[in-house]
């Protein structure tokens, strides 16, 4: 039998603000649910849309900058691996649910901080940690190219159809 892929691709907007919790151990997780939608003709030839809710998981650092800088409505990519648990009620039942465990999160559309991935938005905050430690005006040559953590201009993705 040949290999299996477990990796999913979204572009969507969050229904809710980003909720960061910490495991006992101390472990940053953020959990949002992500709207995708979709177009399509019925039988009968009328255009129908339809909204698919997504979980979505973020572990770690990740998680609390997401946290930080996502908000409901926002446009972003999430890439990451489907993942089902399994737990029992208050009434002893076994539950399920699937969700997305993200291991990118892209943040897309203009107007709001974005076009930046997490790595991105990681890599210039410190590196502007770094300057202001130093004291010095200069930018880091490591930062070059990254351009701005928070851009005002529009993503060419505003012109996407989803």
Known sequence: MAGTYNKVFLVGRLGVDPELKYTQS??????????TDEGFNDREG??????EWHRIVVWDRQAETVCQYMSKGRL?????????????????QDR????????????LGGGQPGNQSYEQ????????????????????SNSEGVGPLFPS????MDDAPF
């Open 46 to 51: 009328n255009r129908q849309e339809r909204t």
């Open 26 to 35: 101390g472990t940053p997780v953020t959990n949002f649910s992500l709207a």
């Open 121 to 140: 938005v990681e890599s210039g905050a410190k590196d502007q940690a770094a300057n202001r430690d130093r004291g010095s005006k200069e930018q880091d």
């Open 76 to 92: 972003v990519l999430v890439e990451g691996s489907l993942q089902t648990r399994k737990w029992q009620d208050k009434q002893g």
């Open 96 to 107: 399920y649910t699937t969700e997305i465990r993200a291991q990118r999160v892209v943040f």
């Open 153 to 156: 201009e529009a993503s060419a």
